[in-house]
């Protein structure tokens, strides 16, 4: 593989009459939350934090973590046989019964609109074999995440002086949690009715998060309360290709916390388009191709959010193959380019080839299809 550096771009966004040192305008105010966060979901900017490496309980938005890794070791419909140890639990509950059976999905919709402590308890000893181990896997997952402040002693956030997280750390989980297209499916529903498998017995789970009755733009995550952490909220919303998460922790008023936040980032950020799709990013020799040269493009586009008169500067360096085989079809998988948002934030995105090349074929091989022509 060769590397092409491309020159330093620099990329100048001024609104009318606001200089490149104008910054932000009109941050949130009276927040009532010990402590908050705005993120972008795509390049995990911050966008606005107070206190948000001030380690707190986290109360229930624990339980994204517990979603999370569930989603990624189990399947849906994999069926849960309620434990004795998993029931009767503190807390908010679905009233599971031992021995009742549910599968993983109606599960993960107790888990997540419910806010269940029987459902985190039952799904953590089904994924792995004791709620001990389950805990490690989520403290591993933390770790691979970046949540470096974050401790988890449990699977549904009941308080415990060893279980706390940060605004910024439940900031990375909640947009990592957003890759999962079930469980966006799941925290956005309005309510949900689950079947107990061998009785019968019919359950029915309303969302609990208001958010997404009071702000058009909410598409998820999860509350949660304790004594302890007071009103906590991990929140998603999006406006148009902008999709922002917003975290409150220890917020008596997290609903109009969350919302202003929301409208401080919507008001003062775009997405500036670095790398468009379908960009041209290098020309690539082609072997034994009618052509000698082929152009290859992004396949697809690296946004960044700016603020309105704010100066971003950045680097792409391209990854392409010495050369390509004909025939090449268009489309092709050829290489990538990485993008550097002032020496920090980088995005990798896919080169495809524009067109098709032919083989360019020899004397010999032209002779040998005219033959086979007569």
């Not at 733009?217 to 998603?236: D, F, M, P, S, Y």
Request: net charge negative; with cysteine; proline share 5%.
């Amino acid at each position: 593989m060769k590397k092409l550096l491309i020159a330093m771009a620099i990329l100048l966004l001024l609104a009318p009459g606001v200089s490149a040192e104008a910054g932000p305008k009109n941050e949130p105010e009276d927040l009532s939350a010990a402590s908050a966060i705005l993120i972008e979901t795509g390049s995990l900017r911050v966008l606005y934090e107070h206190n948000a490496n001030e380690q707190r309980p986290m109360a229930s938005t624990t339980k994204i973590m517990t979603a999370l890794v569930a989603s990624e070791l189990s399947r849906t419909e994999d069926v849960i046989s309620v434990q004795a140890d998993c029931i009767k639990i503190e807390g908010t509950s679905l009233y599971l019964e031992e021995n009742e059976q549910l599968t993983m999905l109606d599960m993960l919709y107790g888990l997540l609109l419910r806010s269940g402590n029987d459902a985190a308890a039952a799904i953590a000893k089904y994924v792995a074999g004791d709620i001990d181990h389950f805990v490690s896997l989520m403290n591993q997952r933390a770790w691979q995440l970046g949540m470096y402040n974050t401790h988890f002693e449990n699977p549904h956030g009941l308080d415990n002086g060893n279980h706390y997280s940060t605004a910024y750390d439940m900031a990375l989980l909640g947009a990592e949690f957003l890759k999962v297209p079930l469980l966006r499916q799941i925290c956005v529903a309005d309510e949900y009715i689950s079947r107990e498998l061998t009785g019968g017995r019919v359950r029915l789970f309303k969302n609990n998060n208001k958010l997404l009755l009071r702000d058009p733009r909410a598409c998820g995550i999860k509350i949660g309360w304790t004594e302890q952490a007071g009103r906590c909220l991990v929140a998603a919303a999006r406006v148009g290709e902008m999709e922002l998460v917003a975290v409150v922790l220890d917020a008596p008023d997290l609903y109009t916390d969350v919302s202003k936040l929301f409208d401080y980032g919507f008001g003062n950020v775009k997405l500036e388009e670095l790398v468009p799709q379908g960009q041209v990013m290098e020309l690539v020799p082609v072997s034994q191709g009618r052509v000698k040269k082929i152009p290859v493009a992004a396949a697809a586009p690296v946004r960044y959010p700016v603020f309105a008169g704010e100066t971003v500067s950045f680097t792409v360096q391209v990854q392409a193959p010495d050369k390509l085989q004909a025939p090449v079809k268009a489309g092709e998988p050829a290489g990538t380019a990485l993008v550097q948002v002032d020496g920090g934030w980088t995005a990798e995105v896919e080169l495809r080839t524009v067109s098709p090349v032919e083989e360019k074929k020899g004397i010999a091989a032209r002779l040998l299809d005219l033959v086979r022509g007569w």
